[in-house]
């Protein structure tokens, strides 16, 4: 089960880490990645990371967002700075050993239950 945490919110300009703890996996995911959902909208894909590193954004959040992960690779982090309004939703965490390492084999992985984000 993947847990988020760290939403919150955050005025415009400002910044936010959001938290996903994997440690109950018992073996690493090849592939992590986090979506967000805004009320009458399809979830979307965020940002994606791999287990060497590589990672992947959505155009609307490259530059202001960064995914990263613990040296244990069982904590995913999404740093969120100069927030919009339009990063408003509620964001979830996911997990799969899927190659590539992209938002589609991402969708049917493991999930968290989210954590709503609210930029003001």
């Known amino acids: 089960q993947l847990v988020e945490s760290g939403g919150g919110s955050v005025k415009t300009g400002g910044s936010l880490r959001l938290s996903c703890d994997a440690s109950w996996f018992t073996y690493s995911s090849y592939c992590m990645g986090w979506f967000r959902q805004a009320p009458g909208w399809e979830r979307e894909g965020v940002a994606s990371?791999?287990?060497?590193?590589?990672?992947n954004y959505a155009d609307s959040v490259k530059g202001r967002f960064t995914i990263s992960q613990n040296n244990d690779k069982n904590i995913l982090y999404l740093q969120m700075n100069t927030p919009q309004p339009d990063d408003t939703a509620t964001y979830y965490c996911a997990a799969h050993n899927v190659y590539p390492c992209d938002f589609e084999g991402l969708k049917s992985g493991c999930w968290g239950r989210g954590t709503q984000v609210t930029v003001s």
């Open positions: 990371i791999d287990i060497g590193g590589s990672t």
